[in-house]
């Protein structure tokens, strides 16, 4: 079968269609520096604002969990930012969960790095505000609280 058949095959959903092409177009070896950014659209950027809230007023448990499946990916893969800006972005987290919710203990930079590196390999999007209540409860009730969500 041809990597565009399955492509086409498994497009069942819009997370399996932008994770299927990704991996085709890696495939073409196109130079990256030679596509135009698309710009995220009002309804894109309100999908993920729930994100930006987050980064904003940091979280009294769960950094780790939320670097990890959803800031990450977000600021890789939606957002497209550079591995440093991406870490800029993590320390701001970091920093506001500290100030804000007194939750300051030590996340290594050198796991942080590791998991943008895994997550830009990888091309995984952000986990969902619904697979977060899926996945892990009590995350999403943190989650929910800070961005304002009924549970």
Known sequence: MSL?????????N?????????EFFKTLRVDPS?????P????YRKAYAWVEKLIESGVPDGRSRLILYVISRYLI???????????RVIDAFLDNSCRNHGNCGKVYRSWIRRVLESVKSGGWRPWSMSRIKENDRQLYEIVSRIVGVEG
């Open 4 to 12: 565009w058949s399955r492509v086409i095959e498994g497009c069942d």
């Open 14 to 22: 819009v997370d399996s269609c932008v994770r299927l092409l990704e």
């Open 40 to 43: 995220l659209s009002g309804d």
């Open 34 to 38: 030679l596509c135009e950014e698309i």
């Open 77 to 87: 893969n939606v957002k497209r930012l550079s591995m440093e800006e991406s870490e």
